[in-house]
Each structure stands twice: as C-alpha cells, then as structure tokens.
C-alpha cells in the first residue's frame, strides 16, 4: 500500500505543533513524518507517537524524497522554499497568506470545494482561518438556498497572532490586575504596524494593517478569500475583524441573504445537523450556544443562535465558532492532504 513522506515546515510553532497532533491520528498512511524549522530550533526533541524525532534545519534539499510538506513558518519561509518542494516533486500545502490569491492556486476547504484539487500544480492554499470555519457552515446553506450577501463580524484569539502574543496577553491582565500603572504592549493589533495597544479586557478593531478603503488585510483576505472558495465574484461580502482577550477559538457574528424565499430558522438547522464538519448547538431555551472555550481541541464547526433578521424576510443571522488553530489551520491542511490521498493526487517519490 502506498504510504508517504511527509514534513513539516515551522514544526516548532503553535500550527505546526497542532499539525503534529492531526498526523498522530490521521488516515493519511505515513511511512515517515519530518520537522523542520529555522536553524535556532535544530536539535529540538520533539515526541510523535511514542517516539522521539529531533527538529531539522530547514533547506532546499530539505524536500528530497518528501511527497507532501506541510507549510507554517510565515509567508516569506512560503515563498523561498515552496518552489524548491515542489521542484523536488512535492505537493505543497501552504497555511500561510503567500499564494491564496494567485492564480491556479486552489484555496481549499475540503467539505466545500475539495474537487478544486484536482487543478493543483503541486501547490494548495489553506485559507485564513475565520474564513474557512465561516465557509463550512455556509456552503451547505448556499447549496440548498443560494447565497447573495455576507456580512460578517469577527472575535478573534490571540492564538492566532502567535505565540508571543499569548505570552503578552496573559502578562498584560496580571500586571493590570497588580494595579500597574504602565501596561506593556509591543505586538498587538498588528507586529508591523505603527501603534500597539494592550489586548487584555480590552477588544481591538485591527486585525493586520490597515489597507484599501479603511479595511485591514485581515477583512480583505475574507472578502476576497470567501469568493474564491465559492466560486461566487458577484458574491457580496463585507467583514469587520476584532481581536479579543480570548486564548483559543475564533468567534463570528455572520448575517447572510439569501436567494429562495419562505426559508425557516428549522429549515436552516435540520441542514446544518447534516452538514459535515459542522455541529449544530442551537437551544435558546437552555442557554445551549457555541463558545470559543468549549471548541478548543475540537475540529469542528460549531454553529447556534440562528435567527431570521425581522426586516428581511431573506436574511438570518448565526453565531460560528471554531478552534483556529485547529479546523482553522492544521486540521484544515491534515484533511487536505487526506483528501488528496483519497483521489490519488500525489506522485509519491521513490
């Protein structure tokens, strides 16, 4: 039976830790498993199932017989060693922003578009991870009913902007609650922006820097991102993305239009108890709702508080949590590679 070589780039980071665990019980047949990242983390031990591996400095010829590499170490890393994967004759799954919008790159959600796969060059985007948890629980309303706009607000973890943001974060809230006059912050809303704010009992409207039209990168990338997974260009979507003092599990507030008329709230659950990958949680009776707290460590989409809007008789609004380190990332990329897997869409390297 074919089994595969497969590395991880950025194996020391949040992602790439997670990516760890998904390979630890995936149904992708592995003959070996290989970490790489940047030269300060050689000799790293790192345990995978059982055993212990040490971290490889990441290099060119790091991709010599490796079928699939797995991609988490930021977009410049992407864009200097993709290429020289895939001249190797890897497939690369890529969690970075560096090549989701390029052309013939597909950008891939497997409950929603993993037939996308097919076109891939040897190259496969992940997408940004409040837009696939968001894709999950709407592409099977968009089958059944249609879509026609997307308006949604996001409450993002500060997972998401890495490890050194949780650190900060969680040094922020004990120093405000020592009563420290002078509360640091060097990193957020965004590392390479002008302003830093403490995130700690506090909300930030920037994820990203700010770009086009007063949107940040963060809201673009869903925009764009969103019609692209849907294969929709006339698809409307607008996004507002937060950062919030949350460890782990991005929250959204989704409103959407849709195209058929006289569809229920019922009607929208019984298709969503169906959807794969999504879990209904939708009793306002017994305070039963989705919570970032309660998806950490679920790969999951968690979906409750749906509600027709009371002035359109075509709109609803729904409440999508996910762990976005997770479904939001390393799962996302363990399923793809699964799914390329299963419609025979890597050449392994002998």
Known sequence: MVS??????????????????????????LNKVVFLASKRSVGKKIRFKGDFFEVE???????????????????????????????????????????????????????????????????IANPNCSTIQMMVALEPIRQMFGL??????????????????????????QDILDGKEEIEATIL??????????????????????SDEGYTNEEWKM??????????????????????PVMSGHSESVYIEIEKDDV???????????????????????????????????????VGRIRKDLDSNKGFHLWVVSDNLLKGAAFNSVQIAEKLHEMNLVKVNQ
Not at 4 to 18: D, L, Q, S
Not at 71 to 93: D, L, M, N, P, T
Not at 233 to 239: D, G, T, Y
């Open 264 to 302: 229920s709230v019922n009607d929208i659950k019984e298709l969503l108890e169906k959807a794969p990958g999504v879990v209904l949680e939708d009793n306002p009776a017994e305070q039963i709702y989705p919570q970032p707290l309660t998806a950490v460590d679920k790969t999951d989409v968690f």
């Open 148 to 173: 026609e706009r997307i308006i949604v607000s996001t409450y993002q973890a500060v997972s998401g902007a890495g490890m050194s943001a949780i650190n900060e974060l969680k040094q922020q809230a």
């Open 4 to 29: 595969y070589n497969v590395a991880i780039v950025g194996a020391t980071g949040a992602v790439g830790e997670k990516i760890k665990e998904m390979l630890e019980t995936t149904s992708l047949p």
């Open 223 to 244: 925009i764009n991102e969103s019609k692209k997974i849907m294969s929709d260009q006339a698809l409307k979507v607008s996004a507002t993305c937060v950062r919030v």
């Open 189 to 210: 809303p965004c590392s390479g922006d002008k302003k830093h704010y403490p995130l700690a009992f506090n909300a930030l409207a920037q994820i990203d820097v700010f």
């Open 57 to 123: 400095e990441l290099q060119a010829d790091s991709f010599e017989a490796i079928d699939i590499a797995i991609f988490s170490a930021g977009g410049e890393i992407s864009k200097q060693y993709a290429k020289e994967a895939i001249k190797r004759g890897c497939v690369v799954i890529d969690n970075t922003s560096a090549f989701r919008m390029s052309e013939g790159v597909p950008l891939v959600v497997p409950e929603v578009n993993s037939e996308a796969l097919k076109q891939h060059q040897g190259l």
